[in-house]
């Protein structure tokens, strides 16, 4: 008997594993065609497809989730590992591994406690980093030149915003189109504050002095693409001043706590972001009024003043008859005094003039030419003594002469040396300038005209040798000379045109050549 065969045959229908799989499939499709399946998120994959996996659990199972690309884009909650949702969608199975799944369709918060409570946790996280700081908000400029509004170019919204700058003070509006909700609002509205920033100034794209992110009213799983960490931190770090328009006064996301400014509603935002021209204008004119009133009130008070001082001034009449009285006294007693002094330096002149006899002159110059004999009788015998001690100094330097001499002969061949080195660098020297002075004349010879006369053109000079330069000049001058390549020649102008020239003295008739016709060389003399 066989040992592989089996003794008790089984009349049961053998299936093949794809036949198990697809009957497993049907099963778990039909009976849960579409469920909604509550559980905390576990881990989160999303792979580069943009399909994304994760777990949902309770405290006794476990069940995979999968969500395809398109169903993620049109999320409005991204789930994240902790938080508890409820997924829509309908049980599959995946044959490859033998596992059953579940396929999400859309999720949302299992409770608002929880999603608030996840929410305050990422709050308090941030702000424990300080991106909520007050010293770290900057001050929204009073009247911004150009607006940057980061929201969806479709809506309200954005229509709210530019009626209401119109209405208050027209500025010049730059639009960075946003999804304000789902899968890609996040990071759309981080590259926006970030792009918005990366902008240079004075580029071809002016750049913004202040942000607005706006978006109307919706519930929190609508405005949680605010609450992104991303988008918190762009805010943060973001060197334009920013306001913060996302849902209605009583929504409060965290781009609300990291924003510069936090504005009710978009067009609140809008109010915030610029003043009221007209109310600019009338407090213009109200304070030009103020300054003209008070220009006007100094002035007139100044006037006032100056009034009061000229009252109390005297009259000019007796301001100038003092002075004018002693005037006249010191005018009066100005001749008198004046002849006075004259005649005292008369009579001072006279008394030098009266010392100034000849004796004394001839007294004076022989006092003087005695003390020059004794200066002379004093010279003699102080120059001979100044010889003897220049002769006693010349003796004591030829007792040294030779240790110097030694010094000399020692050093002869260094001075030998450094003169034949001296001789080659002035015979050098003098070779280089040579050189130059030879490359120098040549240049002169070929830049000089002497060169362009060898080659067949002629300078015509006057008498006193300057060069002629026009035909009248030359015509003017009886005699001129033709300088040439090899030597000069004088010579004369020809009569005019149609004039017959006189004969040379001596010069028969036959020899007399006819005038020469038409545009030639001649007719320039």
């Not at 938080?83 to 949302?108: C, D, H, N, W």
């Not at 030149?145 to 709210?160: H, W």
């Not at 033709?482 to 102008?493: F, N, Q, T, V």
């Amino acid at each position: 008997m066989d040992l592989l065969e089996d003794p008790t045959p089984s009349n049961a229908h053998e299936f093949t594993v794809s036949e198990i799989s697809g009957k497993v499939k049907r099963l778990i499709e039909g009976e849960f065609g579409r469920v909604r399946v509550r559980g905390e998120v576990g881990r989160v994959v999303v792979a580069r497809t943009g399909h994304m996996y994760f777990d949902l659990k309770d405290e006794r199972a476990v069940i995979a989730a999968v969500s395809w690309k398109g169903q993620v884009a049109r999320m409005n909650l991204r789930p994240e590992e902790g938080m508890e949702i409820i997924a829509t969608g309908r049980m599959t199975t995946f044959a490859p591994q033998s596992k059953y799944q579940l396929q999400v369709e859309s999720i949302e918060p299992a409770g608002a406690g929880a999603l608030m409570a996840m929410l305050e946790a990422r709050r308090k996280a941030l702000a424990a980093e300080g991106l909520f700081d007050a010293a770290r908000k900057r001050p929204i400029p009073f009247l911004p030149q150009v607006i940057g509004v980061i929201t969806s170019p479709q809506g309200a919204v954005i229509r709210d915003i530019l009626h209401r700058l119109s209405d208050r003070f027209p500025r010049h509006v730059i639009l960075w189109p946003v999804a304000v909700q789902g899968e890609r609002c996040p990071g759309q509205v981080a590259a926006a504050i970030r792009g918005f920033n990366a902008l240079a100034p004075g580029g071809k794209v002016p750049r913004p002095d202040v942000l607005i992110v706006a978006r109307g009213g919706g519930s929190i799983e609508d405005l949680w693409g605010f609450n992104d960490e991303a988008v918190v931190r762009a805010a943060a770090e973001s060197a334009i001043p920013l306001i913060s328009a996302v849902g209605h006064e009583t929504d409060t996301t965290l781009i609300d706590h990291a924003a510069d400014l936090r504005a009710p509603t978009p067009s609140a935002a809008a109010e915030q972001a610029v003043p009221v021209r007209a109310d600019l204008k009338a407090r213009v004119a109200t304070l030009a009024a103020r300054h003209e009133r008070a220009g006007r009130g100094a002035v007139q008070q100044r006037a006032q003043r100056l009034r009061d001082l000229v009252r109390a001034l005297p009259r000019l009449e007796a301001l100038l008859s003092g002075p004018a009285q002693r005037f006249d006294m010191v005018a009066g007693r100005f001749a008198g005094s004046l002849r006075a002094l004259a005649d005292g330096k008369q009579l001072a002149l006279g008394r030098a003039a009266a010392g100034l006899r000849a004796s004394s002159l001839r007294a004076l110059m022989a006092r003087r030419g005695e003390a020059l004999d004794a200066w002379s009788a004093r010279l003699a015998p102080a120059l001979q003594r100044g010889i003897g001690r220049w002769r006693e100094r010349l003796d004591a330097r030829r007792l040294n002469a030779r240790p110097m001499r030694r010094e000399i002969t020692r050093q002869a061949p260094e001075l030998a040396r450094l003169g034949a080195r001296a001789e080659a660098a002035m015979a050098g020297r003098l070779a280089r300038l040579a050189e130059r002075m030879a490359a120098a004349e040549r240049m002169r010879q070929a830049l000089g005209y002497q060169g362009t006369l060898k080659r067949g053109f002629a300078v015509l000079r006057g008498p006193d040798g300057e060069v002629l330069k026009e035909v009248a000049a030359v015509r003017s001058l009886p005699r001129f000379a033709i300088e040439m390549g090899d030597g000069s020649l004088d010579a004369a102008p020809l009569p005019p045109e149609g004039r017959s020239r006189r004969p040379r003295e001596g010069e028969p008739e036959g020899n007399r050549k006819p005038a020469r016709k038409g545009p030639e060389q001649g007719s320039l003399f």
